[in-house]
């Protein structure tokens, strides 16, 4: 043999051994060390994301809110359930920075990451990969909202699943998932088939009837009700109004290119634009014909997978935190599977294939979370800080637009600023149809003018174009990812008059 051979065999050899130990459960240490790698991430990443609105509106309303009744009442436009805010309203007590809620939200994120690697039956490979998917690794961990609780109570509900804890415990759970946000709702929903379909499995449909757990479906409709009730819009709601029921291609279309999300988003896709949602298609098909496998995950997959996409297409839109939690279901789903066949099992998605779909999951979600700790996601922050080092903390504030100004009322801790959406004084975002009136520019600026020290900001996604009213003079601008952000103040109307 020569010596070009021997080092081929050998570098085939030593391939299949690091094959082999990819493809192995991971030890206790692996495990330990991939955490802490996770944790450092989470805490430097929460440390240099500057929150947006979307994110700073519920510590707002926590903020606000003296006693847990008060909190549901300021719950009125939000469409949540009060689960998230419950969660955070404690920490109230500890100050007005928004900080808080970033414990949080770190603690949820590296609390569904442990159950990860203490619990769920994945490779050494897959756990390399799982922690850099995009959901994971910046958009349910570095964001500080709702979804995080939500990955924490689907993960432990997955831990309870397959170690075949009660029907009431795995019902008390999806009860608490329900009361996280409307969507995992419907991933609760998947759940409750996951359990229907076990119980059949196990005693049939006639048993299943005879023998219904009656204190889990009480407690499961408990939470139903109670997370409708909160959610439920007033009848002068400004958001998300309507429900879009029509069929046509190009509305059907557009719903189904959320499956993109699976298989890496829009980033990657961009000269493939059509090809994107067929490949997460087959994705979900391949997912579902092998689901005589294990019936219990598939239909868990297929019933959250089908109510996400029905009430995006219906309500909510196609954001990409939303679209998002069709990798956390597909995740979800593959524990399930190789819960319910053990370990030696056939696969529901085969090991090659869900190793691929992480990969690309992982080349997402690295770049975004690099990206936000290069360029701020949004301005809010900044342009507090700004205001602070000005000596303008206690300034009367004017918002041109009140979504990404409340972010900088958020951060400089003040109780409140004048929002022309609305023309009202407040911290956080009332999603009425007050709000929807156009703003009185002119009306708004003298109103600024009539107050010593006053700033108005115009914060919105882009800000590209001059002042919007003459008297407005630009001190600073700042660029967010996100939302951007420019603070003016009122020219001198006549000499003595500021």
Request: glycine share 8%.
């Amino acid at each position: 043999m020569s010596g070009w051979d021997r080092r081929l065999t050998t570098a085939r050899a030593g391939l299949r051994r690091a094959a082999v130990w990819l493809d192995s459960p991971p030890s206790r240490r692996f495990c330990v060390i991939l955490f802490g790698l996770y944790a450092l991430h989470v805490v430097t990443g929460l440390m240099a994301h500057a929150m947006w609105h979307d994110e700073l509106q519920a510590w707002l309303i926590v903020r606000d809110s003296g006693t847990p009744a008060e909190l549901a009442r300021r719950l009125a436009y939000e469409g949540h359930p009060l689960g998230w805010y419950l969660l955070l309203w404690p920490f109230r007590f500890l100050g007005r920075d928004p900080a808080w809620m970033q414990v949080v939200a770190g603690a949820c994120a590296l609390g569904a990451m442990a159950l990860l690697f203490a619990r769920g039956p994945f490779s050494r490979l897959e756990l390399l990969l799982l922690p850099l998917s995009y959901p994971l690794v910046f958009e349910y961990a570095v964001k500080s909202r709702s979804y995080a609780l939500g990955n924490l109570v689907l993960f432990v509900f997955c831990a309870a699943f397959v170690a075949r804890r009660s029907t009431f415990w795995l019902a008390l759970l999806l009860a608490v998932l329900v009361n996280v946000h409307a969507m995992f709702g419907l991933i609760a929903l998947g759940g409750v088939s996951a359990v229907v379909v076990r119980r059949w499995q196990e005693t049939g449909w006639r048993s299943i009837l005879q023998r219904a757990d009656g204190a889990a479906v009480i407690v499961l409709m408990i939470g139903a009700v109670v997370a409708v009730a909160v959610a439920w819009p007033p009848p002068d709601s400004g958001f998300a109004m309507g429900w879009a029921f029509d069929l046509d291609r190009a509305h059907v279309d557009r719903t189904m290119s959320a499956l993109v999300a699976l298989v890496g988003g829009g980033a990657i896709w961009q000269g493939l634009a059509p090809t994107a949602p067929f490949v997460g298609l087959m994705l979900c098909a391949l997912f579902l014909a092998r689901g005589p496998r294990a019936p219990a995950a598939a239909a868990f997959f297929g019933t959250a997978v089908l109510g996400l996409l029905a009430f995006m297409h219906v309500k909510w839109g196609l954001a990409p935190w939303h679209s998002a939690l069709l990798v956390v279901v597909l995740v979800a789903a593959v524990w399930l599977g190789r819960g319910e066949q053990g370990p030696s099992g056939p696969a529901l998605l085969p090991r090659p294939v869900f190793a691929a779909v992480l990969a690309v999951q992982a080349w997402v979600g690295v770049s975004a979370a690099v990206n936000d700790r290069s360029i701020p996601f949004s301005a809010a922050r900044e342009t507090a800080h700004i205001l602070i080092d000005a000596g303008l903390r206690d300034a009367p504030v004017f918002a041109l637009h009140d979504e990404a100004a409340s972010g900088v009322i958020a951060y400089l801790g003040v109780p409140t600023a004048f929002y022309g959406p609305g023309w009202r004084e407040g911290s956080y975002v009332i999603w009425d149809k007050a709000r929807l009136v156009p703003v009185d520019v002119a009306a708004l600026v003298d109103r600024a003018a009539a107050v010593p020290r006053a700033v108005v900001l115009d914060c919105k996604a882009t800000i590209t174009e001059a002042p919007p009213d003459p008297r407005l003079v630009e001190w600073r601008r700042v660029e967010g990812a996100a939302e951007s952000c420019v603070i003016y103040r009122v020219a001198l109307s006549r000499p003595g008059s500021r």
